[in-house]
């Protein structure tokens, strides 16, 4: 019968004779005592007549303090196997031996876990007539298998890190009963936060969390601090405690052995620290215990720091720490669904920043981030817990305000209007940032996050249209404008692709000679089977915004070059064309040589195009944008000013960039025989015009007054509806037959 099964009736064995008289062979003796091995041997009652010296070592018992005992007496103990018992009694029974592995406890109380192997002997064959035990040490090996296998186990399935570390710590303390272990990781800022202490008072772990590292830090701050372990003996008389022990006398602690936690750089990430209810140093257990836990540790932390990354990148904006486009979409699908189920309203705010590409234009993409991280601040501020907000892209935020009528939004939206343009300094300069706002309400317009989402879009740009720094709420007659916006930009899209668009072109005459064509101008129209004529200022800005504005600016530099080649080869005397250029085309570094390539296909010469560009490409600072204007300029295009006098020109662009020509704004036009103003700025343009060489044409002329003035004052080139308006190809050629015949000659 097994060493650790309870005592069964019967007689004592007449054997005990012969197995005295074995171990007495002084060889057999010393050979068992200097095993590392536990020997032990029961009589057929089970109870203990013999063990070696190796017992001894192992469990701290002397063997007269075993001896005639049970053996399940001594060595079991609160955390063993309590079907153990029963497991051995029957392998012995059914097959003569048993072999497992166990956790017994030592005469401390300490825990042991052992290898342990029983084999029957029965007198017949001159044994004791009970069993032979033999108890191997795999206390360590347990150490790595239990700790390891529990903590990678919880790493698997996505334990969180507090419910990992608590684990190691309870495991650890199963080990060594003696043993109070915590955790505690390491912050960038040098604060240390309780990851795990469970055997310790809640009051401790608060009142460590957010605790600075340092060289009188307690055990665990110091240890971090010097990133080596620390060794308190006397928690009560250390000078490292002095300003902690307070906190840690009630518990009952006295002495503590802390461990840096280290990254695979070796920098400080955590502590890992034993305290012990009575002053001493920790054992040559704890130190195994210690080495096997800072490994698993250190890989738990680094773990979720990694993960705590990945998820940081994925659900949150890097520049303002607010949430992304897809945690907001997956928080505000659920918070829509609380909304639903209380039967509650709530509102979608969008917001875009006004003018914001200024700032990057003007100060750079640093002053244009800080102002973004600015006012992610500002958004923040006053939002209650249940309301959600992101950053969408760019410059676009957006805010779900749960259980708000439209009241409650509208009054929100102002605040949130008022908070964002108060005045911040950004390296050195007062800007005072502005807003365009739209509300869309659920569920009154829309009851998903999508709708919602687009719906205040539209109320947004609705708002910056309208007049900017101001709210607009979403409604239905907005988004029937929105549906045939689409449509547009669908049919337009499609327009381009079919080559469907046509060119008209304007006269611009010389003032000395009416008749005698200076050039046309080449004009984008539009016919559409379905919707007839739709106007340039409808889709143009189309265009504009869907990102189709350069592949419209292609396909009518192309077709003006192909259309003049044809002139030219008919002998029709146009001078040259006009083209207009989109002012994004600018921002592509192969602009220039794509308007090159064009009028070589069609064997057209630089000088026979003339290139529209806008006040906004003369102030553009980009460096793309001036080395295509240079480019340019090199390969013989004159460019004229478009709208001069109605944007934002600096006199100073005029003489620093190629330009020949100034298109005098119809606006000044349209006012010269009513308005003195009118007619001193035309006068101002064009001697500013004549000083530096350049021509100026004249828009919008329609009445002879506008003509005789515009002469009178020396405007040497008109183009308006007195000399005709746009017209098809076919049409100009009829234009240039119906003036007499005369030479024409190129200004400039």
């Known amino acids: 019968m097994p060493a650790l099964a309870p005592p069964s009736p019967g007689p004592t064995s007449p054997s005990r004779t012969l ?27 089970k109870r203990v007549v013999y063990v070696n010296e190796g017992f001894t070592r192992l469990f701290g018992y002397q063997p007269a303090e075993v001896l005639g005992k049970l053996l399940s007496e001594v060595l079991l103990g609160p955390h063993s196997d309590p079907d153990l018992l029963e497991s051995i009694r029957g392998n012995v029974l059914t097959q003569g031996s048993f072999h497992g592995d166990t956790l017994l406890y030592s005469k401390a109380g300490q825990p042991r876990w052992v290898s342990l192997v029983i084999n029957a002997s029965d007198e017949s064959s001159g ?46 303390e199963r080990i060594a009963p003696e043993v109070t272990a915590t955790i505690l990781a390491v912050d960038a800022q040098g604060r240390l936060h309780p990851l795990a202490a469970p055997s310790l008072p809640a009051s401790i772990s608060r009142a460590l969390d957010g605790l600075a590292i340092g060289p009188t830090a307690g055990s665990c701050g110091t240890a971090a601090f010097r990133n080596e372990p620390v060794v308190v003996t006397d928690m009560a008389t250390d000078p490292l405690w002095a300003d902690y022990w ?72 890097v520049l303002t720490g607010l949430p992304n486009r897809a945690l907001f979409r997956s928080s505000a699908e659920r918070a829509l669904g609380d909304l639903r189920r209380g039967n509650h309203t709530g509102a979608l705010l969008f917001l875009d920043l006004d003018r914001f590409k200024q700032v990057n234009d003007t100060q750079g993409h640093a002053a244009g981030d800080a102002l973004l991280s600015e006012v992610a601040q500002r958004l923040t501020q006053g939002l209650r817990a249940r309301d959600l907000i ?10 779900l305000l749960s259980e708000c009528t439209t009241e409650q939004a509208v009054q929100s939206a102002h605040r949130v209007l008022h908070d964002i343009a108060q005045p911040l300094d950004i390296f050195g300069q007062t800007h005072v940032p502005h807003a365009s706002l739209g509300i869309a309400m659920f569920p009154n317009d829309g009851d998903t996050i999508d709708t919602l989402l687009r719906h205040a879009d539209q109320a ?39 080559r469907s668009l046509m060119l008209h072109y304007q006269p611009q005459v010389l003032s ?5 064509l200076h050039g046309v101008e080449a004009l984008a129209r539009w016919n559409h089977p379905q919707w007839g004529m739709v106007p340039p200022s409808q889709f143009i800005p189309v265009a504009e915004d869907a990102g189709l504005i350069h592949e ?16 030219r080869a008919a002998g029709r005397d146009v001078p040259y064309v006009a ?27 630089a000088s026979d195009v003339l290139l529209e560009i806008t006040e906004s490409v003369m102030m553009d600072a980009r460096p793309v944008t001036l080395q295509n204007i240079e480019a340019l300029h090199h390969q013989g295009f004159k460019l004229s000013l478009d709208d001069f006098g109605t944007g934002y020109s600096s006199l100073s662009y005029l003489h620093r960039l190629p330009i020949s020509e100034l298109k005098l704004d119809m606006a000044f036009v349209q006012d010269l025989t009513t308005s003195a103003t009118a007619r001193a700025l035309t006068v101002s343009v064009l001697s500013i015009a004549h000083s530096l060489g350049m021509v100026v044409v004249a828009e919008g002329v329609e009445t002879t007054g506008q003509q005789q003035w515009l002469q009178a004052h020396g405007c040497p080139v008109m183009q308006g509806y007195l000399f005709g308006k746009p017209l098809p190809p076919d049409e100009i050629e009829a234009w240039l037959c119906a003036q007499a015949p005369r030479p024409y000659r190129l200004l400039g």
């Open 19 to 45: 197995l005295t008289a074995t171990l007495a062979d002084a060889p057999l003796r010393r050979a068992l005592d200097a095993s590392d091995n536990a020997v032990v041997m029961t009589n057929s009652s």
């Open 127 to 172: 044994g004791p007539g009970g069993s032979i035990s033999i108890l191997t040490d795999i206390t360590l090996t347990k150490m790595h298998e239990v700790l390891q296998t529990h903590v990678l186990e919880g790493m698997v399935n996505e334990l969180p890190l507090h419910e990992l570390m608590a684990l190691v710590c309870r495991e650890v």
């Open 246 to 317: 307070e906190l840690f006398a009630p518990s009952g602690m006295r002495a503590c052995w802390s461990s840096p936690i280290r990254d695979h750089r070796g920098q400080p990430i955590g502590t890992f620290a034993f305290y012990f209810r009575e002053p001493r140093a920790p054992d040559a257990l704890h130190q195994r215990l210690v080495d096997v836990c800072l490994h698993l540790c250190a890989l738990a932390i680094e773990r979720d720091s990694t993960h705590q990354r990945i998820h940081q990148l994925a659900f949150f904006d």
């Open 390 to 399: 992101a950053r969408l892209s760019g410059d676009e935020f957006v805010l």
């Open 460 to 498: 947004m740009h609705q708002a910056k249209s309208d007049h900017r720094h101001s709210l607009q709420l979403f409604s239905a007659e907005m988004n029937r404008r929105a549906q045939e916006r689409a449509s547009l930009e669908r049919a337009l899209q499609q327009a381009l692709s079919d």
């Open 512 to 516: 000395s000679s009416p008749g005698t």
């Open 552 to 567: 419209l600016t292609l396909w009518l530099l192309d077709e003006a070059c192909r259309q003049l080649a044809a002139w």
């Open 579 to 605: 083209v207009n250029l989109s002012g994004r085309s600018f921002h592509r570094p192969e602009f220039a040589q794509e308007i090159s390539d064009a009028l070589q296909r069609h064997g057209v010469r």
